[in-house]
């Protein structure tokens, strides 16, 4: 256990079957171009919803915030234990790094960080799934509900994190228009030790 994030770390064989069935871990799935990603092996055990909250996973965002999710998802992955893909951690940093960059309060929308690859609804090659997005609804004051923030916080999104991608403005498929959705990819995290 790492002494700044105090997590047990769990391997997919020590995860329970009902946990394994919802998560998917290991499994190969076709994201919409069709590239096979693999999905996460190891993950974060988190016991209660009050050490959720008292995680910090970087300084402006704790751990509660990026599983934040409502009744679509399982009801098992809505108790505790819940288990989150490790790679939660880099996306937190990114985010940090935008936090900073823009200089006010980023808001993650519920369901808007990870969610289960059996979330009902979801698409589940989404790095959501991998814990390595976040749907942003609101930027200090602003809410992301229209052109202008959605596409200027994605632009600086895009200069301060070369590894993110946003999503574009529009209507359509793999478009938004009601948050700033940020991802770094289907990053699967395999911690020391």
Known sequence: ?????????????????????????????????GHTVRRP???????SWETARQIQLAPHFALWEFIDVDAREAPLLRSFPRYVPCAIS????????????????VRIAA??????????????????????AANIYRIGEENMSDRDPIERYAAIACRVLPAAWCRPFGMDEG??????HIDVGHIVCVPRG
């Open 175 to 180: 478009q938004t228009t009601d948050h700033l």
């Open 90 to 105: 880099v996306l937190a940093v990114h985010l940090e790094l935008f936090r900073l960059a823009v200089g006010v309060p």
């Open 1 to 33: 256990m790492n002494e700044a994030l105090p997590l047990r770390v769990v391997d997919v064989d020590d995860l329970p079957e009902p946990y394994r069935d919802l998560l998917w871990p290991t499994s190969l799935v076709a994201d919409v171009r």
């Open 41 to 47: 092996r190891y993950f974060y055990e988190v016991d």
């Open 111 to 132: 369901n808007g960080g990870y969610r289960s690859p059996s979330l009902d609804g979801a698409d589940p090659a989404s790095p959501h799934a991998w814990g390595t």
